[in-house]
């Protein structure tokens, strides 16, 4: 049973599409296939508010350039400051809580907190199918969280409303050998793949090349129909892999550093009318004369910037196709980025040497991958990191950095993860001949990834579900873009976000801002400062009081509470450590504390993980039901880590240093359905399992951890890449009351 509703929101009904016709068709029927444009939504990844050429940015971007020349840039335009909710996000029309996907693909055990897309949702895809629309999806999936593909697939595109998909259902990997590849619903290898055959894979093109390859079949076999086509980037994010040619173009581009290049955006955004006058830039972060690799640093942004080049490049050819078939005039195509720059410190530490022969076992060419972070290239070469090795080629792994991703913010505090300006800031480009007539102006008018669902439900007359299967339909939190496109207001009460305790909402030019659970708020009004450098809150303390409870009544009514950031790993000890940011403070600022209480699901960042490093600690597991095999806690991967798993039965502690792996198992498998199981690491290297009070193995090992891992601490799996000898995630399928941490 399909029951719909009209949004009061949104002009559906069939009376308010003749007026929406006349509106923005002049001259074209009212109704009818012919009157409703293509909608294209294209969103980037990991880039920050200044790195299009026409927001700012030195980066070759012509195609998107012309876009914005020909339809509407808007300025105040935001995302959600993470890859997953932002995907949510924009699929639904709703915050991402609402969806499901308040953080990343683990289920916490919260309406909130689920992973993956709940079924009070619906996607843009589903909405618009009724409405005669093809529906295609091409590129990064990332609302899933079954990745197996002999597992079950109800998040997967095609059960989400798409009828055709190409593209990665994880969020990450490598560039020329993608994890999770997949064609509709069947997992393929990029080496043996009979449908696409380049001379050279490269992510970036595969996904440019299957957009326009479903919109000329589109045009070949269904011509008389619409198209919805939601193509979604992994470009820029990490790792910095790109072509050679695309690198060429930047080769010296960089190598006077940070401030010249973010100087220049600045003044430019000023000269665009992207940014006031008056407003001061955020503070630079990063100087370059305490740089000690300069070449591997300016490397590090060459590629950066090949890889956005390449993006626009495919861009471009989806125009070019789009004019090809006629489709060009009439095809709402809208262009966003999923968060700010990211300064994530991914690869960017330890030291590795690259060798001139394979020293791992090949991957046959017919085999799909799944790992996000590869430990080897197909060919058996092992995937290098640290600064001494220069990005770009596909054995390499590295980020960019905290300060290039200050530059690509420009001119704004802080990054991806954060609620501040930098963090959920993103460009929109809105280009539609046939129903923009204004050419290249501004839009300064708020609006939020909310909108996305409203404005396709606005344009193709369709209409928004009350209820779909039996499941209640959360309401459309969105309003359509379609009065900014005349530049009318967006009348709305107010905005809100919270992103792993950071938190924010905005009611007209006011934002009421802060970091973590329990860190101070903060207000700015971002008329006269949007670079959020002139706190008032001590000055307007009720306007705070007001905001906040409002920002608490839209929490608990949005399932973002009760939230899954407990003070044992979110709370900040104080106002001071609540205004640190991770990649500036790395070390410090993970939480000083000594004994940490986990639950099964829990996913901390490297930031919110307890301090491990040259540290003696024991882990106890309350384990109520066994399962054989899985993580029970683990932190790193390949370079750093450890982890506390079983493997056929037998208990097992894992640590790595400096790539070396270390363990100690039980001799025989556990057999008791419930137990408490005991790890200790002491400070001369032993280790100790215990069983019940029961000591069932004991070894010397080389050591402590010598530094902390890269990655984050998870409970019950571990999906940030195998420390141990069993492939990543590797869940436990049993039952953990809690795991207890503490450090000695």
Not at 251 to 264: F, K, L, V, W
Not at 294 to 314: F, I, L, N, P, T
Request: charged fraction near 25%; charge should be neutral; include cysteine.
């Amino acid at each position: 049973m399909l029951r719909m509703r009209t949004n009061h929101r949104l002009r559906t009904a069939a009376g308010a599409i003749a007026i929406l016709g006349a509106q923005i068709f002049p001259g074209l029927p009212s109704q009818g296939a012919a009157a409703r444009p293509n909608v294209i939504v294209i969103l980037s990844d990991d880039m920050g508010f200044s790195d299009l050429g026409c927001y700012g940015s030195e980066i070759h971007t012509p195609n998107l350039d012309r876009l914005s020349e020909n339809g509407l840039r808007f300025t105040q335009f935001y995302n959600t400051a993470r890859c997953c909710p932002t995907r949510a996000s924009l699929l639904t029309g709703l915050y991402p809580h609402q969806a499901g996907v308040g953080h990343m693909i683990n289920d916490h055990g919260r309406e909130g907190y689920r992973g993956e897309l709940n079924r009070n949702c619906v996607t843009i895809a589903e909405v618009l199918k009724p409405a005669g629309y093809r529906t295609y999806a091409v590129g990064k999936w990332h609302v899933a969280r079954n990745l197996k593909t002999d597992g079950p697939k109800h998040d997967w595109p095609l059960q989400r409303g798409f009828d055709r998909f190409y593209g990665t259902i994880t969020g990450a990997g490598n560039y020329f050998d993608p994890g999770t590849l997949t064609r509709d619903n069947t997992a393929i290898s990029p080496y043996a793949d009979p449908e696409y055959r380049p001379a050279r894979y490269y992510y970036t093109e595969a996904i440019s090349d299957h957009a326009v390859r479903f919109i000329a079949e589109h045009q070949r076999e269904q011509a008389g129909q619409p198209f919805f086509l939601y193509l979604a980037y992994t470009a820029a994010h990490w790792p910095m892999q790109a072509l050679e040619r695309d690198i060429a173009k930047y080769r010296g581009q960089y190598d006077a550093g940070y401030e010249p290049i973010r100087r220049a955006r600045f003044e430019k955004e000023k000269k665009l009318g992207l940014i006031k006058t008056d407003w001061p830039l955020s503070p630079l972060a990063g100087g370059w004369a305490a740089v000690t690799n300069k070449a591997w640093e300016a490397r590090c942004m060459e590629v950066y910037a090949a890889m956005v080049d390449c993006m626009d490049q495919g861009i471009g050819r989806v125009v070019a196709e789009l004019k090809k078939q006629g489709q060009f005039e009439n095809t709402l195509i809208l262009f966003l980025q999923d968060n700010g720059g990211c300064a994530e410190p991914v690869g960017r530490q330890g030291i590795t040497n690259r060798t001139d022969k394979a020293t791992l076992p090949p991957i046959a060419l017919d085999e799909t991958r799944r790992d996000v972070r590869p430990k080897q290239t197909r060919a058996g070469y092992p995937v290098l990191h640290g600064p001494g090795i220069m990005p770009g080629p596909e054995d390499t792994f590295i980020a960019y950095g905290r300060a290039w991703a200050n530059v690509s913010n420009t001119p704004f505090r802080e990054y991806k993860h954060w609620v501040h300006e930098g963090g959920i800031s993103t460009p929109l480009i809105a280009h539609w001949p046939a129903g923009i007539p204004a050419r290249g102006e501004l839009r300064h008018q708020p609006g939020h990834l909310i909108d996305i669902m409203a404005t396709c439900v606005d344009v193709a007359g369709a209409q928004y579900p009350a209820e779909v299967a039996g499941n209640q339909i959360t309401p459309l939190e969105g309003r359509s873009l379609v009065p900014a496109f005349r530049n009318e207001p967006i009348a709305r009460e107010a905005l809100y976000w919270e992103h792993e305790g950071n938190r924010a909402v905005r009611v007209g030019p006011w934002k009421l801002v802060a970091k973590r659970p329990g860190g101070p708020w903060e207000l700015y009004d971002l008329d006269a400062d949007r670079t959020e450098m002139h706190d008032l809150a001590a000055e307007q303390p009720q306007r705070v009081k007001d905001m906040v409870a409002k920002w608490e009544t839209w929490a608990q009514r949005a399932h973002v509470l009760p939230w899954i950031w407990r003070p044992a790993y979110g709370k900040p000890a104080s106002s001071e450590d609540a205004t640190r940011e991770v990649a500036e403070v790395d070390e410090e600022a993970v939480p000083a504390q000594k004994k940490f209480q986990l639950d099964q699901g829990d996913d901390l960042l490297r930031s919110e993980a307890p301090r491990i490093a040259d540290k003696a600690f024991t882990i106890t597991a309350e384990i109520t039901e066994l399962a054989r095999d899985g993580v029970i806690i683990a932190q790193g991967a390949s370079a750093h880590g450890f982890a506390l798993y079983f493997k056929e039965g037998r208990l097992t502690f894992a640590i790595r240093r400096n790539r070396q792996l270390s363990q100690v198992s039980a001799r025989e498998p556990l057999t008791e359905p419930q137990a408490t199981v005991k790890a200790r690491l002491a400070k001369d290297g032993t280790v100790t399992l215990a069983v019940n009070d029961r000591t069932v193995a004991t070894a010397k090992l080389p050591g402590l951890l010598v530094r902390m891992p890269q990655d984050g601490l998870q409970v019950g799996q571990d999906a940030n890449g195998a420390v141990g000898e069993y492939q990543a995630p590797f869940t436990f399928s049993g039952k953990l009351r809690g795991v207890t941490l503490e450090i000695e």
